[in-house]
């Protein structure tokens, strides 16, 4: 009913940028907050940065000050700006969104999404 399509990860060098994009789409309501997490090989996934639908955003300490989280909610999609790469920024990237959804032409259901995350590769 509802998917999440994650784009915009790659290899780059110590110092670059990348900007991942997560676009949601089905029979949505409404997106409540959309939430960028990282899972580095053999460890658990971790919260890189977060906001709501009134644009309020928190970042993980490791990534202020380098990441900005923003959204375009007429295209019901988030963005994830990475500046100042580090190696240890390596990991698989994934989007996550809180969606209230239309479950019938009358009811609707708030749900938990995941996309299928993009990696990220940062060389030194």
Not at 12 to 41: E, H
């Amino acid at each position: 009913q509802v998917q999440l399509v994650e784009s915009g990860g790659g290899l780059v060098q110590s110092g670059g940028s990348l900007r991942l994009s997560c676009a949601a789409s089905g029979r949505i309501v409404s997106i409540n907050a959309m939430v960028w997490y990282l899972q580095a090989p053999g460890k658990t996934r971790e919260l890189v940065a977060g906001i709501t639908s009134a644009g309020n955003t928190n970042y993980a300490d490791t990534v202020k000050g380098r990441f900005t989280i923003s959204r375009d909610n007429a295209k019901n999609t988030v963005y994830l700006q990475m500046n100042s790469l580090k190696p240890e920024d390596t990991a698989a990237y994934y989007c996550y969104a809180d969606i209230i959804i239309w479950r019938t032409m009358t009811d609707r259901r708030q749900l938990d999404y995941w996309g299928q995350g993009t990696q990220v590769t940062v060389s030194s």
